[in-house]
């Protein structure tokens, strides 16, 4: 069994948790419900922001704990202040050390969009984002099949979401594709058993049909890298763990976009 077998066992077992503790009636009540989500296309084509999508993130099933000792408060702001063209908060507990009131926080200090970042398997989960403050969800091709992907993105687009599509093969993204998706978001990290290659994007980037924004996800610590992700028609860069390994995440996504317009 993989690590995304185990998440996603786990997450069927927490989802029917949530069910019986909330109903979709008291989050369709929820305070964010009926706001207006920001537009990610906006945001990242912004050019006085960097397209970053900076990630909030405890720790992981690669790495461990990456860092507990700051809050998402005061990292999502600073990220936002130093350019992110969005946020990405992790809401899974027992493999990310997430949680949803980490989205809310994040939510309540920030105007920019917020990605929530989970193993969205069930519609619940999506009307659980939007009743979040969520602005975009993702969709995992590796857990999900096509008519899931087609039920779950046609759910966010209704409820004004933006949706990002995560995909790690050319098979995985040919086999994806539907209209109610923004973005595609190419993972050159391997989910199934770790290991990062950055080629990964270089060898899928024009197999994305332009009408999608384009996403290189994972193993990004270098501004030099995304120069070349730029020049290769990537709109976006999600930075996890480059930024939460020190101990003022927020500093070192300001000395990385520092770096980024000099490259
Ligand atoms: O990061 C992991 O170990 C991981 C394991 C299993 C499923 C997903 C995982 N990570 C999710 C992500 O892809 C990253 O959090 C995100 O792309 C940022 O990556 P990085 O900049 O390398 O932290």
Same mark, same amino acid.
């Given at each position: 069994?993989?690590?995304?077998?185990?998440?996603?066992?786990?997450?069927?077992?927490?989802?029917?948790?949530?069910? $019986?503790?909330?109903?979709?009636?008291?989050?369709?009540?929820?305070?964010?419900?009926?706001?207006?989500?920001?537009?990610?296309?906006?945001?990242?084509?912004?050019?006085?922001?960097?397209?970053?999508?900076?990630?909030?993130?405890?720790?992981?099933?690669?790495?461990?704990?990456?860092?507990?000792?700051?809050?998402?408060?005061?990292?999502?702001?600073?990220?936002?202040?130093?350019?992110?063209?969005?946020?990405?908060?992790?809401?899974?507990?027992?493999?990310?050390?997430?949680?949803?009131?980490?989205?809310?926080?994040?939510?309540?200090?920030?105007?920019?969009?917020?990605?929530?970042?989970?193993?969205?398997?069930?519609?619940?989960?999506?009307?659980?984002?939007?009743?979040?403050?969520?602005?975009?969800?993702?969709?995992?091709?590796?857990?999900?099949?096509?008519?899931?992907?087609?039920?779950?993105?046609?759910?966010?687009?209704?409820?004004?979401?933006?949706?990002?599509?995560?995909?790690?093969?050319?098979?995985?993204?040919?086999?994806?594709?539907?209209? +109610?998706? +923004?973005?595609?978001?190419?993972?050159?990290?391997?989910?199934?058993?770790?290991?990062?290659?950055? $080629?990964?994007?270089?060898?899928?980037?024009? $197999?994305?049909?332009?009408?999608?924004?384009?996403?290189?996800?994972?193993?990004?610590?270098?501004?030099?890298?995304?120069?070349?992700?730029?020049?290769?028609?990537?709109?976006?860069?999600?930075?996890?763990?480059?930024?939460?390994?020190?101990?003022?995440?927020?500093?070192?996504?300001?000395?990385?976009?520092? $770096?980024?317009?000099?490259?």
């Amino acid at each position: 069994m993989t690590i995304l077998d185990k998440i996603v066992l786990r997450k069927k077992e927490e989802v029917a948790a949530a069910k $019986q503790a909330v109903s979709v009636k008291q989050l369709e009540a929820g305070l964010h419900f009926n706001r207006n989500p920001y537009v990610f296309k906006d945001f990242l084509l912004d050019k006085n922001r960097t397209g970053i999508i900076a990630e909030f993130k405890r720790r992981s099933p690669s790495k461990g704990i990456i860092n507990d000792q700051v809050t998402v408060e005061e990292v999502t702001h600073a990220y936002a202040a130093a350019g992110a063209s969005a946020l990405s908060v992790l809401t899974d507990v027992d493999f990310f050390g997430g949680h949803t009131n980490d989205l809310l926080a994040a939510r309540a200090a920030n105007e920019i969009p917020v990605l929530r970042k989970d193993f969205m398997i069930d519609e619940y989960q999506i009307l659980e984002a939007k009743a979040l403050g969520a602005d975009l969800i993702l969709l995992i091709a590796a857990i999900l099949t096509p008519a899931e992907i087609k039920n779950l993105s046609a759910l966010a687009k209704s409820l004004g979401l933006n949706v990002l599509l995560e995909v790690h093969n050319l098979e995985e993204l040919q086999r994806s594709i539907c209209k +109610d998706l +923004d973005a595609i978001g190419v993972n050159n990290r391997n989910l199934a058993d770790f290991t990062v290659n950055i $080629q990964t994007s270089f060898d899928l980037v024009n $197999q994305i049909p332009n009408e999608f924004m384009k996403i290189s996800e994972s193993a990004i610590s270098a501004p030099e890298t995304i120069k070349e992700l730029r020049a290769a028609g990537f709109h976006g860069f999600l930075i996890g763990e480059n930024f939460m390994k020190t101990s003022n995440p927020g500093l070192a996504m300001q000395d990385f976009a520092r $770096q980024l317009i000099s490259v």
